[in-house]
Antibody, heavy 114, light 113 residues
């Protein structure tokens, strides 16, 4: 079964850091780019970041540029999103998504609060 | 950035009746390869989004044929021929022609009257 499992969310204080993970199975992971998309409760979908198949070309939304870093380990079939300098505005459910947006994880919740 | 504008934002529909959602982009979504990168997603309550349609009109595997996508350039439409109870959801369009960023519409909430 083609699957993405996102994890690593939790409660963190403003200014803190968190690392999300996205583990893939059921498909040739190294052949697909991977995105992160977030959703504030009750609001719409917002693209956050994308990494290419080799992990050499990352893209970021302006709102997270300089604070978030996306990376991947093709040997482990995993993508990471390192989130630093977190603010309340980063509170959301974070989904990892396969390249053409055809496969979505179940999401991992990030809450930034003191 | 390409702005995606959906209408209406709320759509009450009678079971068995048709529904139509409009999505307009601030730029043409025709890519340099000649394809038009407009997708539609369905998000049922409490679930992850699911892609229904890609490249304007191609239905994903397992998507009922009551769902169809059409349009070109900057104007696109998602139609449901006969709304079923399981179609209650928020529907989003998304452009993949001018990136980054990939951008979504605001979402249209389909509910049963």
């Amino acid at each position: 079964e083609v699957q993405l499992v996102d994890s690593g969310g939790g409660l963190v204080e403003p200014g803190g850091s968190l690392r999300l993970s996205c583990s893939a199975s059921g498909f040739a992971f190294s052949s697909y780019s991977i995105h992160w998309v977030r959703q504030v409760r009750g609001k719409g979908l917002v693209w956050v970041s994308r990494i290419n198949t080799s992990g050499t070309v990352p893209y970021y939304a302006d709102s997270v540029k300089g604070r978030f870093t996306i990376s991947r380990d093709n040997a482990r079939n995993t993508v990471y999103l390192q989130m630093n300098s977190l603010t309340a505005g980063d509170t959301a459910l974070y989904y990892c998504v396969r390249g053409s947006f055809d496969v979505w994880g179940r999401g991992t919740m990030v809450t930034v609060s003191s | 950035d390409v702005v995606m504008t959906q209408s209406p934002l709320s759509l009450p529909v009678t079971l068995g009746q048709p529904a139509s959602i409009s999505c307009r982009s601030s730029q043409s979504l025709v890519f340099s390869d000649g394809k038009t990168y407009l997708s539609w997603f369905q998000q049922r309550p409490g679930q992850s989004p699911r892609r229904l349609i890609y490249e304007v009109s191609h239905r994903d595997s397992g998507v009922p044929d009551r769902f169809s996508g059409s349009g070109s350039g900057t104007d696109f439409t998602l139609k449901i021929t006969r709304v079923q109870a399981e179609d209650v959801a928020i529907y989003y369009c998304m452009q993949g022609a001018h990136w980054p960023p990939w951008t979504f519409g605001q979402g249209t909430k389909v509910e049963i009257k």
